[in-house]
Every structure is written in C-alpha cells, then in structure tokens.
C-alpha cells in the first residue's frame, strides 16, 4: 500500500476507544465541554440511582467521549455496561420503548456474569412458547439455559433491529409485559450489586446510539422523540441503577427542554461542535487549530508520514488544510470523510491538492443540499443572521440533519447553519430576497459576501 493509502486509512471514521493516542482533547474549543465532569461527577457523588441524557451532533464525537467517561468511571471503582444499541438491537427508523428495554436486559446480561440471571430467565420462560413461535427457534424450554436465555434476548433484539413483521409481533406481546421485566431485572441488578467485586462500588449502563433514532413527527405536534424521552420517562428511568442514555439534539434543543430537566432531575448534556468561527463569522484560530491537530494526529499515527509537514508536504498549502478544518463547521466525522474523500480524488501521491478537495467538498455540498426542502432555505438564513433557533419542528429537523449546528463559548449557546452550505446558490438566493430591512451580513466563510442591501 501506498502512504496515501495508509493516511487514508488512518482516517476510519469511527468512534475512538478510550486511551486512544489519536484523541485530541477539545474541550477548549467547545465551550469547555467535559463529559467527566458533567455527567461523570453526578455519578459518583450521588447516593441514588441517576438517569442522564447525553446529546450533540450525530457524529461529532459523543461515543469517543463516552468511552472516555466507561474508562474513568471504571478507573473510579464502577462496573459499567456499555453498549450501542443502533449496532445490534435497534433499528432507527423505528424504535419504541420496549425495544430500548429489551436491549438494556440483553447486555446486562452479557455484562453481569456474576450476578443470578433467574429472574430475568424466569420472565422469558413465562413467555417462552410465543415467543419462540415468533422466532420460529428450536430451542426447548427445559434446554433454555443461562447462556440460551442470553442468546435469545440477542435473537429477539436482532429481530426488532431487521425483522419489521417480528418486530411487530414482538412488540405486541412485550408492551402489555414491560413493568415486570423491569420487577425481574431490578432483581437482577440488585444481585449484581451486592456481588461486585472489592474494588467496584456502583453500577453504571450507558446506552448509546439512541440519539439517531430518526425524527417522526405525528399529527397532533409531538413526535416519536416525546412518546420515547418523555412519555416513557419514568420507564427510563426505573433500572436501579446509573443510566445514560443518549437522546437526539433535535428533542434537546426544542420547547421540551424544561420538561427533560424536571423528568430527569438534571439538564440533558450537549458536545458542541468545535468552534470555526465566532458569532460575527469572523474566523477562529483556536478552533481551526484544533481541528488541525486532530488530523495532524492521525497522519503522525501513519509510520511513513510521521516526518512531514501537513502545511506543505502532506498538503499542497496551508490554505488547503484550513479550508478543510473550516468548511467542517467543526464536525470530526465530516473533517474525516472530507479528508478520505479528498484522497480518492488526489493523484496517487501526496501532496492533497486544493482540487482534490473541491471535489470533495462538492460532494459533502449536494449531500447536504440535497437535505433541505425548498421552503427551508429562509430558516437557514435567519439563523445565519440572528445565531438563534426557534423551538419548532422545522429546525428541529435541521438540527437532526446537522444543516444547523450548535456551538458553545464562553457565554452561551448558539446555532449556525452548516459552512458546506452556504456557497449553495438556494442559500445565496435566500440572503439576498432576505437582506432588505436587516443590517449587512458580515462575510461568509469561504470567501462568500452576499450582496449590498437595495438602496
């Protein structure tokens, strides 16, 4: 393989495992963002049982983050069980209650070898004959076994995940039973508990992936989102033991964010994205060279590149290697795919050529376009403007789509809309019809100035 090719493997995108020498700490540059404080801490001071959101960007980095906080908690004397249901057991189109449960049930099984499973074995084998006619298994009841109970939750979460006709029977016999499969996993819970080893003291679930369950908006206002997060709340939240759940920013950034914080007794969590400009879109160095050093850890992490330089020799120039940091918007997973996209345009050899980039950009650009409906392009350009988001369901689906991002200094939150976008001649259009009566915009990154308001 080539250099090129080994840079481009480098960048997988992928979540990072804790410890991993590729991570660079952003806190700085996102608002002063630490998982291991914000929910971290809660944990470990708090005598009760907690139930935590954890929400941002799909993509921006939240299952690095989390991984960081499944090593610091376990360094702290926790035993967590940490999973991502989106992987194995859920499917995101479709998600309800029952199937949230039903993987957190197989994975502390999984999880939790020292801990008496016959509760949670007892309820299956209560419901054992339809469920089996359901997955049409061959498995007896009398060889229903420890390690057969295991496999059959992962039998019945892989269904719901890619079955859509079992995932429907499932439900349908699971729903009317939740309550005491949370009785019987409690038990279970409280059994794990008092046999945890000398050096653990807690127990700690943290389900991710839940935060790209997709936005379905019903007839009567509310959504998928609010029967999940809201309505089954108290479901949630009822394991006897510390729980974070990720949640879509799109629910946490809306008119139900009081509401979260009441149900869940603490302010749902949010990684910002790292910052690439400030609120007057003006450029910002710390964050760009942040950015810059996320790739600069994943080249050096390459044995044949570790002695060249990413401005001239890795690049073709400095202004290249910005513009890709900046036309991010500070998204890690859009820097790494824009990165791998801009290598298979390159020529089969280093330097990335500005052009290789474009192409990737423009790539990244229809995508993103191709996201937004005609009557939202008026949305995108108010926010530009004003850096606020109106609670409703439109920007909700903007931000569930990352055309808005928020981001975080050392004031508050704030929203933009996505750097890919505005070189988009349905953006540049909607600036213009939009400019009169509102004082100039500032320029645009990228180079963009929108026209001069009509005299």
């Known amino acids: 393989m080539s250099i090129l090719d080994d840079i481009y493997n480098a960048f997988e995108p992928a979540p990072l495992p804790a410890g991993s020498p590729l991570y660079v700490d952003c806190k700085a540059v996102r608002g002063g963002s630490d998982i291991l404080v914000e929910l971290g801490k809660k944990i470990q001071r708090s005598q009760q049982s907690t139930c935590q959101l954890y929400s941002g960007h799909r993509g921006g980095g939240k299952s690095t983050e989390l991984r960081r906080l499944q090593q610091d908690l376990d360094r702290k004397g926790c035993l967590v069980v940490y999973f991502s249901a989106e992987d194995e057991d859920i499917n995101p189109e479709d998600v309800e209650y029952a199937d949230i449960l039903l993987a957190c049930t197989r994975h502390l099984l999984e999880g939790l070898k020292l801990a008496d499973p016959k509760p949670v074995v007892g309820w ?22 420890v390690e057969g109970s295991i496999q059959q939750f992962a039998k019945i979460t892989a269904s719901i995940r890619a079955q859509p006709s079992q995932r429907h029977q499932i439900r349908q016999l ?19 508990k008092a046999k945890l080893p000398p050096d653990k003291n807690n127990l700690v ?3 991710d992936g839940l935060e790209k369950i997709t ?3 019903r007839e009567n206002g509310r959504s998928n989102h609010d029967e999940i997060f809201v309505d089954r709340a108290e479901q949630l939240k009822s394991l006897n033991c510390h729980v974070i759940y990720t949640v879509p920013i799109s629910l946490v950034l809306s008119n139900r964010a009081s509401d979260l914080m009441e149900i869940y007794n603490c302010a749902p969590q949010v990684l910002p994205m790292i910052a690439v400009q400030t609120r007057d879109n003006q ?26 330089t990413l401005e001239t020799e890795v690049f073709d120039n400095l202004e290249t290697l910005e513009r890709l940091c900046t036309i991010s918007g500070g998204h890690v997973r859009n820097l790494i ?26 790539q990244l650009r229809k995508t993103y376009r191709d996201t937004v409906n005609d009557n939202q392009w ?14 409703d369901e439109q920007h909700r689906s903007l931000l569930f789509t990352r055309c808005l991002l928020e981001y975080v200094d050392e004031e508050e939150a704030w929203h933009d809309v996505h750097p890919v976008l505005r070189d988009v001649p349905e953006f540049k259009d909607a600036l213009k019809d939009n400019i ?4 100039p915009a500032p320029p645009l990154l990228g180079g963009l100035t929108p026209p001069p308001p009509p005299h």
Do not use: C
């Not at 054992?128 to 076994?145: F, G, M, V």
């Not at 008026?378 to 609670?391: A, E, G, N, Q």
């Open 205 to 207: 679930v943290i389900a």
């Open 215 to 217: 936005l379905i908006s």
């Open 283 to 308: 450029p910002y160095p710390a964050g760009i060279e942040k950015l810059k050093e996320i790739v600069q850890s994943r080249v050096r992490s390459v044995a044949n590149a570790k002695g060249l």
């Open 337 to 362: 795919l824009l990165m791998q996209l801009a290598i298979d345009y390159n020529e089969e050899a280093l330097p990335i050529w500005s052009t290789a980039l474009q192409q990737a950009i423009r």
């Open 378 to 391: 008026t949305l995108l350009v108010k926010v530009f403007r004003s850096k606020r988001i109106p609670h």
């Open 436 to 439: 009169g009566g509102l004082s």
């Open 174 to 192: 699971i729903n009317p039973h939740t309550e005491t499969l949370v009785v019987a996993l409690n038990q279970f819970i409280a059994d794990a």
């Open 124 to 145: 299956l084998e209560d419901r054992w004959h339809a469920i089996n006619d359901i997955l049409q298994t061959e498995i007896s009841l009398d060889k229903l076994s």
